[in-house]
């Protein structure tokens, strides 16, 4: 009877895992939208934070597995540990304290979403993520460029990874890779873009086996090269158009010049103080929004404690990495790791911070992976 309980709840907590991301990114996505024309926000993907927060409570009581556990007490003494940094800092505030829940929480759902994935039927869960995908399809050009844009592109990003994903057929891919590519540039977020961009590609070559035609992919950037430098020679002022300004212009790119300015701030932050780094030092002298946009802000934050959060982070990829490639009979749910993995590790290297709760969520993911891939058949 007991292990029946433990079984229905572990199966439960799986399953709000995954209304966690709905929660969170298309269910988000698309109340902001519709939201934003009657004057009213439903929070929804604060509603997902807090069930987040009540998944990583109760996963102590349904989870058996023993590394999973262990997984669980790590997360708990390094919480504990960015608690103490935050409060020694002097600059933590509530919202700062409730980031510590957040990360718990998406840690834990995605330690938890692959449970579910493996055990849900494929079809049901690819039809719940098409009609999500269209929703938001249709929706995006009635979006105004705003201070959401950041959460709004990579609420598309990740949902079309996710679907990409469950795809079988090539031409589906392309397609919906192609469509959301033009969805995410009229968003106007360069990072998801490109971080959409890289990952699609290299979804779409492992899953189809390409691996070995990767230099294929040489002429077509190149061709793609010579495109835009011709959309070069013909534009004259780049300031309306944030891509274009990014290659071709980047001296007049306020937010990449700010962003370097930033990394270079944290690089200096670490250095100075290694060991607790220096929490709040961005908010409190620039305002809230300004951090270091890569894993430099790990360090900057919390000195030595964010760089043992990342050294963690690395060996579980390489991990992650070694049982994916030996894995001999990948399914969905592997493919489905492969892109978020990939989108967390590009995002976490090149483009965000440590406020990014997805990196988090991707982390729990990696771990989850490796110690369940290795039940599956392998050569």
């Known amino acids: 009877m007991n292990s029946k309980i433990f079984y229905m709840g572990k199966n439960f907590l799986s399953f709000l895992s995954f209304l966690f991301f709905l929660l969170v990114y298309p269910l988000d996505f698309i109340f902001y939208m519709v939201s934003s024309n009657f004057g009213f926000e439903i929070p929804l993907g604060f509603l997902g934070s807090i069930l987040s927060i009540y998944l990583f409570i109760f996963l102590y009581f349904f989870e058996k597995e023993k590394n999973i556990i262990i997984s669980y007490f790590f997360l708990g003494f390094f919480l504990l540990c960015l608690f103490f940094i935050i409060w020694f800092s002097g600059n933590g505030n509530l919202v700062d304290y409730f980031y510590l829940f957040k990360v718990a929480g998406a840690f834990s759902c995605g330690l938890l979403i692959l ?7 494929s079809d049901n869960v690819r039809n719940i993520l098409i009609i999500f995908w269209l929703i938001m399809f249709c929706l995006v050009f009635n979006f105004k460029l705003g201070e959401n844009y950041l959460r709004l592109s990579d609420s598309f990003a990740l949902v079309s990874l996710f679907l990409l994903s469950f795809l079988s057929t090539i031409r589906y891919q392309i397609l919906l890779s192609f469509l959301s590519l033009c969805c995410l540039y009229y968003l106007e977020s360069r990072s998801a873009l490109f971080l959409f961009l890289l990952s699609s590609v290299f979804l779409i070559f492992v899953k189809n086996k390409f691996s070995k035609f990767i230099l294929l992919l040489i002429p ?13 020679n013909q534009v004259l002022d780049y300031n309306n158009n944030r891509f274009l300004r990014l290659i071709f212009s980047t001296e007049t790119d306020t937010s990449l010049n700010e962003r ?8 200096k932050i ?4 290694k060991f607790f780094g220096d929490y709040g030092y961005y908010k409190y002298s620039f305002g809230e929004g300004a951090y270091a946009h890569n ?6 934050e919390f000195g030595f404690l964010g760089a043992l959060i990342l050294f963690i982070y690395f060996i579980y990829l390489f ?7 030996r894995n001999m009979s990948k399914d969905n749910s592997d493919y489905f790791a492969l892109s978020f993995i990939f989108f967390g590790f590009l995002g976490i290297m090149f483009s965000k911070s440590f406020h990014w709760i997805f990196f988090f969520f991707s982390f729990g993911l990696v771990v989850s992976y490796f110690f369940r891939v290795k039940n599956k058949p392998s050569h």
């Open 260 to 267: 370097e300015f930033l990394n270079d701030l944290g690089w």
């Open 220 to 232: 077509v950037f190149m061709v793609s090269y010579l495109y835009i430098i011709n959309i070069n």
């Open 319 to 325: 991990l992650f990495m070694n049982k994916f490639a």
């Open 270 to 273: 670490y250095l100075n103080n």
């Open 115 to 121: 449970s579910f994935i493996e055990n849900s039927n």
């Open 295 to 300: 894993y430099i802000s790990f360090l900057a």
